[in-house]
Nanobody, 124 residues
Framework: QVQLVESGGGLVQAGDSLRLSCLASGSTLSSNVLAWFRQIPGKEREVVAAISWDTGNTYYGASAKGRFTVSRDNAKNTLFLQMNNLEVADTAVYYC?????????????????WGQGTQVAVSS
């Protein structure tokens, strides 16, 4: 099992930037996809971005395209989400997740390891 710990959330103003981090441990990541999901109260959990650990192939959800960048540091087993030009609508709990396959998926049910979440709050 992969253990995941998110950090980097906080309270910011619209237009600001944040970088979220997810430290992974407990398993080899080379065959995994790691992803960022977010949970907005009253809404379904939705994919923000995903990356294949081995190849670096990426996927972005509609809300993230053009503003967010997912990356990873293989040597440090760390996943990142750079979020620029934040909007009030980005306010959510952001979760790191891992899937034990090299194929990117966008449904949260296809991921079996989850972090505790980190809160991002964007004010106008």
């Amino acid at each position: 099992q992969v253990q995941l710990v998110e950090s980097g959330g906080g309270l910011v103003q619209a237009g600001d930037s944040l970088r979220l981090s997810c430290l992974a441990s407990g398993s080899t990541l080379s065959s995994n996809v790691l992803a960022w999901f977010r949970q907005i109260p009253g809404k379904e959990r939705e994919v923000v971005a995903a990356i294949s650990w081995d190849t670096g192939n990426t996927y972005y959800g509609a809300s993230a395209k053009g503003r967010f960048t997912v990356s990873r540091d293989n040597a440090k087993n760390t996943l990142f989400l750079q979020m620029n030009n934040l909007e009030v609508a980005d306010t959510a709990v952001y979760y790191c997740a891992a899937r034990n396959t090299p194929v990117i998926a966008v449904n949260p049910t296809q991921y079996d390891s989850w972090g505790q979440g980190t809160q991002v709050a964007v004010s106008s």
